[in-house]
């Protein structure tokens, strides 16, 4: 991509950001740090690689997206809002008894949302049935996931994994969000699921192991996806927890923390600050 092009996307990205820590906020609940890095993974499937409509986001050949690490929800929100599905003032009503946007994607009431997640493991398994729908339909619709490092601990997302290999889906691209870190601590405290790449590879995936903060590595690992044939990609994202506000950055605590009045204000000038910074 053009080097105004990767610009404008990484301003997207600190938007949506700002927006994922904005309904945090404004409900004073909610997992920005799960949120926060997968910020470039979620603008580039969203406003440059899916095949997608706001304007009618149940046409029948859009490419699918699931976020299996449901409780990051805050950053697919804001990515839809930032895309058109609902307005971005929307965000605020985060978690409102009156709102749609609740604590986990809810695809009967949110557009845009493909599947409905919380349950972890659920989200990948999802996936790979609509993959196998749609090799069963002959379309050629992706299918696009988001699988936490943390969730990759649950048994079922491995059965998903020999699933995929079985059926060789080569139309479903999973994302494994590599930041470290979990609701108990460091993910190699709690139950070690790494090293990923090999532990895919042995279940008969494509394995791409990228920066997931760096644009040219998301484009050239889809890329590498699309053109793979007969087995899934698994895309190996290391990223950082609460990228982008500074006191939330590798730290446990803000997997499930709401910033208060102030910590708000200090976020806001840090992600202000990063996108003055895009040149």
């Not at 603008?43 to 706001?54: A, C, Q, S, V």
């Not at 490419?63 to 990515?79: N, T």
Request: proline share 5%; net charge negative; hydrophobic share 40%.
């Amino acid at each position: 991509m053009t080097e105004t092009r990767k610009a404008e996307l990484m301003r997207i990205a600190y938007e949506i950001r700002k927006g994922a820590v904005t309904a945090v906020y404004s409900a004073s609940s909610g997992h920005p740090g799960g949120s926060l890095s997968i910020a470039e993974i979620l603008t580039y499937l969203f406003f440059e690689e899916m095949n997608i409509d706001p304007k009618n986001p149940d046409k029948p050949d859009r490419d699918r997206f699931v976020l299996s690490k449901g409780h990051a929800a805050p950053g697919l929100y804001s990515a839809l809002a930032h895309r058109g599905y609902f307005p971005v003032e929307d965000l605020k009503t985060f978690r409102q008894v009156d709102s749609v946007l609740q604590g986990h994607p809810d695809m009967k009431h949110i557009p845009g949302v493909d599947m409905t997640t919380g349950s972890l493991g659920l989200g990948i398994s999802a996936s790979c049935g609509m993959a196998l729908a749609a090799k069963y339909k002959k379309e050629d619709w992706r299918v696009y996931t988001i699988i936490g490092d943390g969730e990759s601990e649950e048994g079922q997302v491995w059965e998903a994994a020999m699933f995929a290999s079985h059926y060789k889906l080569d139309n479903l691209t999973v994302f494994v969000d590599w930041n470290g870190l979990q609701i108990d601590g460091p993910i190699a405290d709690v139950m070690n699921p790494t090293p990923f790449d090999e532990k895919f590879r042995a279940f008969g995936w494509n394995v791409i192991s990228i920066d997931a903060h760096d644009l040219d590595s998301i484009e050239s690992a889809v890329k590498l996806a699309k053109a793979t044939k007969g087995k899934p990609t698994a895309i190996i994202a290391k990223s950082i927890k609460g990228k982008g506000v500074s006191y939330m950055e590798n730290d446990v605590s803000w997997h499930g923390a709401a910033p208060k009045a102030d910590q708000y204000e200090v976020a806001m000038k840090d992600l202000d600050a990063a996108i003055a910074a895009i040149k």
